[in-house]
């Protein structure tokens, strides 16, 4: 194996790892919790 | 061979390999060369080679294929468990269901709805609500989630809206009378689930469940006769899982993204190795041969 498959193979271990724990602890950087200001401004349909 | 003597040359490659022939009036000769290290060149001649002439030499092999083809055998593993990951901690039961009346007049309600139970150490917690009669128009849904034991509130805003109408390309609709969040990283614990609420309707746009009669099938139109002020069930679902699904994207585009960038440098290289070739790229270099590529072999 090369240097580079090493280094990409070290990569995804990371992401696999950040992933399983972001499962363990449901983390998500995009999860809805904590936006508790309402949406303002216009409310209605955008259709055209 | 003599001093100023001319011929006519033509080389032929492989990575790795180069088969040259000269020819002029009097006879045609073919050589075969191997491409050396440049370790092995500074070892037999005591000078310095080049590690990475750019553009690569004619019959240079692109370094990137073995890390490719490595690589990619490392991303299907890391992609197998990533799905099986996703498939172990998805869903679970319902954690609450229930229903909170529901009324377009811009009043605000609130409603304490649970208890909630969270089991596992931390949970995603996801509240679904359908206003199943929602029509032009909007409702406003504040939750809190709050720790009986710790007062911790965890909060997240929704808002379910549906439009309808008629333009000049026929009938239209938009929103959804559903509206989903999701609570990340939610303690264990036993919570209270607080709704404040607000139901409005979008301009001059009639209450569509005012009317008793509607969803009996009898016929009538929903949005003759209205008035106002009745009320229709917002059911409130509580839902658990582990794994977002923006989490699992991000993952795969992280797991992939430097493949592409490996792959790019190889397409780069083999683009500038066969830029001088009379006979125009092969392989993947042809693959994505661009259509300023194709103007230049015109010109």
């Known amino acids: 194996m090369g240097r580079g498959a090493f280094l990409y193979g070290l990569w995804s271990l990371g992401v696999v790892g950040l992933f399983l724990g972001s499962t363990f ?15 303002a401004g216009f409310y209605g349909p955008t259709h055209k | ?33 191997t491409l050396l290290e440049p370790k092995e060149i500074e070892a037999a001649f005591d000078v310095e080679a080049p590690r990475h002439p750019w553009p690569p030499l004619p019959h240079q092999p692109s370094p990137y294929p073995a890390t490719l083809k490595t690589g990619f055998k490392i991303a299907l593993a890391g992609l197998a468990l990533l799905l099986l990951l996703t498939f172990l901690f998805s869903g679970g039961p319902t954690l609450f269901r229930g229903t909170v009346p529901l009324a377009l007049d811009g009043r605000e309600n609130s409603a304490t709805l649970g208890p909630v139970v969270v089991n596992r150490p931390y949970q995603l917690v996801s ?8 029509e032009n128009a ?7 989630l709050v720790n009986r034991e710790t007062q911790e509130s965890y909060q997240a805003y929704g808002l379910a809206e549906r439009y309808s109408g008629q333009d000049s390309d026929g009938p239209w609709t938009e929103g959804s009378r559903g509206a989903t969040v999701k609570l990340a990283a939610v303690p264990r614990g036993t919570y209270d689930l607080v709704v404040d609420y607000t139901g409005n309707r979008w301009g001059t746009a009639p209450i569509a469940y005012d009317t008793p009669t509607w969803n009996s099938g009898g016929g009538k139109d929903p949005f003759s006769g209205s008035s106002g002020g009745a009320t229709e069930d917002m059911s409130i679902e ?18 992939f ?15 500038a190795r066969q830029g001088e ?9 042809a693959m994505f041969q661009s ?9």
């Not at chain 2, 259509?291 to 010109?299: A, R």
């Open chain 2, 291 to 299: 259509g300023d590529d194709d103007e230049e072999e015109d010109d």
């Open chain 2, 238 to 255: 509580v839902g658990q899982a582990q794994v977002f699904v923006s989490n699992f994207i991000l993952a795969l585009l992280l797991l």
């Open chain 2, 1 to 33: 061979m003599q001093v100023g003597e001319e011929v006519a040359t033509d080389d032929y490659v492989r990575p790795g390999y180069m088969l040259s022939r000269e020819a002029n009036a009097q006879e045609v000769s073919w050589s075969q060369s």
């Open chain 2, 277 to 285: 070739s009379d006979t125009g790229p092969t392989g993947v270099a």
């Open chain 2, 138 to 144: 909007w409702v406003d849904i504040d939750y809190a």
């Open chain 1, 25 to 39: 602890y449901a983390y998500s950087p995009f999860a809805d919790g904590g936006r508790v200001a309402p949406r």
């Open chain 2, 127 to 134: 509240i679904r609500a359908v206003a199943p009669r929602l």
């Open chain 2, 257 to 271: 993204v430097p493949l592409i960038f490996i792959f790019w440098r190889h397409l780069s290289f083999e683009k």
